[in-house]
């Protein structure tokens, strides 16, 4: 039971252009939402969260989008730039219960000069 | 602080032998996590410990799976027998849980391989 889901194993953007990232949920009890980025032979490391009571955080040139009713959740990149080329993973938790991130699948990201 | 250490970067192992991966977490995180990364399943949480105690296995795959945290210093995850389908990377992470902090740090994560 796949409780967050990314859909797009990778995406291909042009240097400079928006990158935009989804992730779904089918857990309602998660409140907390956060994205993490992972190099080739190194750990993933946090990005960027939002809590549930909030429906945007922005951190420079990247911004995460939370639509509650939908289940839904964005990464938007802007510009993108060739050292954002990596794997992107959606992570979810219930702060009140167990405390533990659940994952997607992660979506490859790739930026094209 | 060196981060969440994990050894070995690399393990190469036949089917049927024993397999130890250890993780040192970041000093004065109380809760540590194992996670195993796939391509079809991406990051699966398989156990995590809070303050040495393990409170959720339900993310072990078989019995063949065992975990371990003797100190708040040391974790170990050991597949015994180990078979090809436990190939994959396997990483640690550690948080304090403090301050509203609700991500990880992780490892480097070990590569194993069982041929």
């Known amino acids: 039971d796949q409780q967050v889901k990314q859909n797009s194993p990778s995406l291909s953007v042009q240097e400079g252009r928006i990158s935009i990232l989804n992730c779904d949920y089918t857990?309602?009890?998660?409140?907390?939402f956060l994205w993490y980025k992972k190099y080739p032979a190194e750990g993933p490391t946090f990005l960027i969260s939002i809590s549930s009571i909030k429906d945007k955080n922005e951190d420079g040139r990247f911004t995460v989008f939370l639509n509650k009713s939908a289940k839904h959740l964005s990464l938007h990149i802007v510009p993108s730039q060739p050292g954002d080329s990596a794997v992107y993973f959606c992570?979810?938790?219930?702060?009140?219960?167990?405390?533990?991130?659940?994952f997607g699948q992660g979506t490859r990201l790739t930026i094209n000069p | 602080d060196a981060g969440v250490i994990q050894s070995p970067r690399h393990e190469v192992t036949e089917m049927g032998q024993e397999v130890t991966l250890r993780c040192k977490p970041i000093s004065g995180h109380n809760s540590l996590f194992w996670y195993r990364q796939t391509m079809m399943r991406g990051l699966e949480l398989l156990i995590y410990f809070n303050n040495n105690v393990p409170i959720d296995d339900s993310g072990m795959p078989e019995d063949r799976f065992s975990a371990k945290m003797p100190n708040a210093s040391f974790s170990t995850l050991k597949i015994q027998p180990s078979e090809p389908r436990d190939s994959a990377v396997y990483f640690c992470?550690?948080?304090?849980?403090?301050?509203?902090?609700?991500?990880?740090?992780f490892g480097s994560g070990t590569r194993l391989t069982v041929v």
């Open positions: 992470a550690s948080n304090p849980f403090v301050g509203g902090n609700y991500g990880y740090t």
């Open positions: 857990n309602s009890m998660f409140d907390y």
């Open positions: 992570a979810a938790l219930n702060i009140q219960g167990a405390q533990k991130l659940v």
